[in-house]
């Protein structure tokens, strides 16, 4: 970071600009020559750098990015870089975006970027914009491509991706069967070869982190050994599944319920592992189903409370599709799209509230467990 030493006549000359005046200098022979460039460190940080070559006083210097992410408004991120004192007539400046403080982006993520520096004349200079891929550079990365998917690896052979691929395509034709969702735009995933080696490339990682889905991107990572290749292709459905949710329902004013969301991803997946199911049984036997109610704010992290919320997501879903078919899910997800609430929701698709499915949902999974 630059040293930031103020000079008191600097200081003043400062206070006495408006930048909202500030003109463009846009003649051949400018009295200023701005140098962009950056260096990548996946996934700790960005190092942007300027290199400035001028004749007159540079008294502000700016850089300005943007993160190409789904997003219903344009953000400019803007970062105000110290001029260095004493002041030279040709100097370097850098900020360094640590992903430690705002945490990490997924590998891929194209960062659009240009600096501007204001000189004693309140003439502003700018750089031509430019993009650039935090691409994870640690691996020598292959990809398949097929129907709006394209699947990272860097390690197995073809027969391993291809066997990967899939499941991503069956995953999005039961999807599409179950609930009419399909995704709206492209899907990377990238493989890793282990849960380690995945969080080896996230900042902060959880210990048990062994896949992740960023919806804004369109990004699954996701660590799958060949001894958990069972496992990983249950994980790949189920981020897949959360992807497309995302996809169909994204609004700027509402997000959907936890259950629903982490249901059709269960329900992605296939049958109800018979871990799940025991938690599910239990609850049904000793009447501590948890409320759909409850369900829909984020679940529990003791992991007793978390398994029933899965289990129960995927059961209530379950019976959403199994009595009321796919059409009407379709139509709930595209309800919820429009921003709708919980309660209204329902009632538009299914005639009845939260209330109205905890008590038709406990009926029915009341009724399979104890008949």
């Known amino acids: 970071m630059i040293r930031k030493t103020a000079l008191v006549l600097l200081a003043l000359m400062l206070m006495t600009i408006s930048y909202s ?44 990015y943007v993160v190409e992410r789904e997003s219903f408004s344009d953000v400019t991120q803007e970062i105000t870089v110290g001029v260095p ?14 992903m430690r403080t705002t945490g ?8 659009r970027y240009w600096w501007t520096a204001a000189d004693i004349d309140n003439n502003l200079y700018r750089t031509e914009p430019a993009s650039f891929s935090f691409d994870d550079d640690n691996y020598d990365w292959h990809n398949l491509n097929h129907n709006n998917v394209t699947l990272y690896r860097y390690y197995g052979d073809e027969g ?29 995933i990238y493989i890793y070869s282990s849960s380690s080696a995945l969080r080896n490339a996230m900042v902060f990682a959880k210990q048990w982190t062994g896949g992740v889905a960023y919806p804004a991107y369109g990004v699954i990572a996701i660590g799958i050994s060949r001894s958990n290749l069972e496992w990983g292709k249950r994980a790949l459905a189920h981020e897949i599944a959360h992807l497309v949710t995302h996809q169909m329902t994204s609004n700027p004013y509402n997000s959907i319920p936890v259950w629903l969301n982490e249901g059709i991803s269960m329900y992605a997946e296939g049958e109800l592992e018979k871990a799940y199911e025991n938690y599910l049984k239990e609850a049904v036997v000793r009447g501590s189903l948890i409320s759909v109610q409850s369900l829909c704010s984020p679940f529990s992290a003791y992991s007793d409370i978390s398994y029933l919320s899965y289990a129960q ?11 009321y078919g796919q059409q009407k899910m379709h139509r709930l997800l595209m ?7 919980y309660d209204n929701a329902l009632l538009e698709v299914y005639g009845f509230d939260l209330a109205g499915l905890n008590s038709l949902w406990q009926d029915y999974i009341i009724g399979i467990y104890m008949p």
């Open 21 to 64: 005046s500030l003109q463009v200098d846009s003649s051949s022979d400018t009295a200023v020559k701005l140098i962009p460039s950056i260096t990548t460190s996946f996934p700790d940080s960005i190092d942007f750098s300027l290199d400035i070559e001028t004749d007159i006083l540079i008294l502000d210097i700016r850089l300005h």
């Open 85 to 98: 004192m004493p002041f030279q007539y040709e100097m370097s400046v850098y900020w360094t975006w640590d």
């Open 104 to 111: 990490s982006l997924p590998s891929g993520t194209v960062v």
């Open 160 to 188: 391993f991706a291809a066997d990967l691929m899939q499941t991503c395509q069956d995953t999005l034709v039961r999807l599409g069967e179950d609930t009419g969702a399909y995704p709206e735009s492209p899907i990377r």
């Open 313 to 323: 997501s995927y059961s209530i879903v379950a019976f959403l599709i199994e009595r």
């Open 335 to 341: 309800v919820f799209k429009d921003g709708s609430t």
